[in-house]
């Protein structure tokens, strides 16, 4: 692999580890310090969905540090890309903060998050998922980049890996546009089928490792790319 302005790269992860910091505080920043019991009883709430935000938080994060570990490419068009998944990110925590506290109040008839119509819920999956679907499209370009780039001086292996992590990421994105269709034709009235479809990542991941050995000879077979 060729040797990437390491400065540029460097500094291109730290101002994104910055972003990333300012909008893990967002999650927690309306959590206040209990002053007696009866407080930290009605916050548990506010724990649990921050927990379960800051879960699914994380997993960008390590999405975006895998990314740069392994593809440190720091031209125009990746600035560009990465700071629009900053901006996206930034964005992204406030659908997901709430619909984690709505979630957690109706699982456990707890919390001040507000009791939502089947019209609002619609449109919080609907702007949950097209952030998600943001996120992950952006990280889709990134791979593919890395996938072309002649900077890199890639390995085939490497090459089919880019690849095969932006076919995933497409996977993932479009599992979101479908919540967010579901939403939109109104399809939150039966348990929240638009939230509940991301399960099916799971075994989108499952499968995708499970062939990613046999999916990465086969491009390397063809060249790398098709």
């Not at 999650?27 to 699914?56: C, H, M, Q, W, Y």
């Not at 479009?174 to 579901?182: C, D, I, N, Q, T």
């Amino acid at each position: 692999m060729a040797q990437q302005p390491v400065g540029a790269v460097h500094r291109l992860e730290a101002f994104s580890d910055a972003v990333f910091a300012i909008s893990a505080t967002l999650l927690v920043v309306s959590l206040e310090v209990p002053r007696d019991f009866a407080s930290l009883k009605a916050n548990l709430t506010g724990f649990v969905a921050f927990g379960l935000s800051f879960a699914i938080f994380i997993q960008i994060w390590v999405h975006h540090h895998r990314y740069f570990r392994d593809f440190p490419l720091a031209d125009g068009a990746n600035l560009a890309i990465n700071s629009l998944l900053l901006f996206v990110v930034l964005f992204f925590v406030y659908p997901l903060k709430f619909l984690m506290l709505s979630f957690v109040g109706w699982i456990s008839g707890l919390g001040d998050a507000p009791r939502l119509g089947l019209e609002d819920l619609g449109l919080l999956f609907a702007i949950y998922g097209a952030g998600w679907v943001a996120v992950f499209l952006c990280f889709a370009a990134l791979y593919w980049r890395a996938s072309r780039s002649r900077a890199l001086e890639l390995a085939p292996e490497q090459r089919a890996d880019a690849q095969l992590e932006a076919q995933l990421c497409l996977a993932f994105a479009s599992v979101g546009a479908l919540s967010a269709l579901l939403a939109l034709l109104g399809l939150s009235r039966y348990s929240g089928l638009p939230g509940f479809i991301y399960v099916v990542m799971g075994p989108i991941g499952a499968w995708s490792g499970a062939t990613w050995e046999r999916r990465r000879a086969a491009l390397v077979a063809r060249g790398g790319l098709g």
